[in-house]
């Protein structure tokens, strides 16, 4: 398994609070990703990073910020909670390109409520 | 619509009966990922298929690749209840991302 680490696990919180998810990887892999997965609307990508420092927004950003200090680290911040963010939160990691191998390997999940 | 989608949403099979589960891209497929998500769980990489008529095997799971039909498929054998769980495919978009299916949820019967 890779090595990938989520905390916490799960979280309920209360609405307009901020909240911090933490993924952390053993790997010293390139590409970290932020995912949420909810019923009707499968996986889909909040943020990602091809770098320290580097990230990116994908389909469904708004209202998430994301932060890479370190290689092994890649956070996601909730400014405000709302309950429409209510959900579980996959990090995922890959090697990228340029070490040709292009899959990407997932966390195990935090489960995210927002009352 | 989903830009890709899974067939069948759902699945009961009796433990021994062969299935297939389905994904179909409404954009050109340059590469393909099916994974295994346990319940309550994260999801595990099952294998990549990259170019027209690839196939590839892992036990008794066979995914293939038919490009012009954008559309892949994956084949359990015999099936067991360890292979109960939701089976997503991912499809490539270019700079590093992945887009998914809604998943195939499968049940084995014993």
């Known amino acids: 398994d890779a090595g990938i680490t989520q905390s916490p696990r799960h979280k309920v919180t209360e609405t307009g609070t901020p909240v911090t998810l933490r993924c952390h990887q053993t790997?010293?892999?390139?590409?970290m990703y932020w995912y949420r997965q909810d019923p009707g609307h499968g996986l889909r990508l909040i943020h990602y990073s091809y770098g320290v420092k580097d990230t990116d927004k994908g389909e469904v950003s708004d209202g998430y910020s994301v932060s890479r200090s370190k290689t092994e680290d890649f956070l996601l911040t909730l400014e405000s909670a709302t309950s429409s963010q209510t959900s579980v939160y996959f990090c995922?990691?890959?090697?990228?390109?340029?070490?040709?191998?292009?899959?990407?390997?997932f966390g195990p999940g935090t489960r995210l409520t927002v009352t | 619509s989903q830009e890709l989608e899974q067939s069948p949403q759902s699945l009961i099979v009796q433990e021994g009966k062969n299935l297939t589960i389905n994904c179909t891209s409404s954009k050109t497929l340059y590469g393909l990922y099916w994974y295994k998500q346990k319940y309550g769980e994260g999801l595990i990489f099952l294998m990549m298929l990259q170019k027209g008529g690839e196939e590839k095997s892992h036990e008794k799971i066979t995914a293939k690749l038919d490009e012009k039909k954008q559309q892949s498929s994956l084949h359990i054998t015999a099936s067991q209840p360890s292979h109960a769980g939701i089976y997503l495919c991912?499809?490539?978009?270019?700079?590093?991302?992945?887009?998914f299916g809604q998943g195939t949820r499968l049940t084995i019967n014993p």
């Open positions: 991912g499809a490539d978009r270019g700079a590093q991302k992945l887009v």
């Open positions: 790997e010293n892999h390139r590409y």
């Open positions: 995922a990691i890959s090697p990228g390109r340029e070490a040709f191998h292009y899959e990407q390997y």
